[in-house]
């Protein structure tokens, strides 16, 4: 990806804190770029970045909306013919952006610190040039 792609027209879509770290949700045109910070006093000022396809995100709004109780294994495995979502990873980035953008909310976190999201049914936010 060309940084300056990247760092181009970035829009504000929201914030989610989650058990241990907030992430910040920045829309581009074809990608979502997102932050995430660390809540702990030892880690503060830590944090990374990831760069999701809007494609990914629609893809998976499409596929699991209207569900409950959904993990990042269940994108995954919802994913796995597709090459939107290959690692849990980006599927919890994924599920963070649907929370960002109110398409999601998380419901609870499960033992071992697992998170579940609520995913709402619909369109996600369309772009907006």
Same mark, same amino acid.
């Given at each position: ?10 829009? !504000? =879509?929201? *914030? ?6 907030? !992430?910040?949700? $920045?829309?581009? #045109?074809? !990608?979502? $770029?997102?932050?995430? $910070? ?5 880690? =503060?000022?830590?944090? !990374? ?18 569900? *409950? ?10 994913? *796995? *013919? ?8 980006? +599927? ?7 929370? +960002? ?12 610190? #697992? ?8 369109? @996600? @936010?369309?772009?907006?040039?």
């Amino acid at each position: 990806m060309n940084i300056r792609t990247l760092q181009r027209g970035l829009k !504000y =879509r929201g *914030r989610v804190k989650a058990v241990r770290q907030t !992430y910040h949700v $920045f829309e581009g #045109q074809g !990608y979502f $770029f997102v932050l995430s $910070f660390a809540l702990s006093k030892a880690r =503060r000022g830590s944090g !990374y970045f990831n760069v999701i396809a809007t494609g990914a995100v629609d893809y998976v709004q499409q596929r699991l909306g209207g569900t *409950r109780g959904v993990t990042a294994k269940n994108v995954v495995l919802a994913a *796995r *013919r597709t090459r939107h979502v290959p690692t849990t990873l980006a +599927a919890l980035n994924v599920l963070y952006i649907l929370v +960002a953008l109110g398409a999601a909310s998380i419901v609870r976190a499960g033992k071992h610190r #697992q998170l579940f999201f609520t995913l709402r049914k619909g369109r @996600v @936010v369309e772009l907006q040039s």
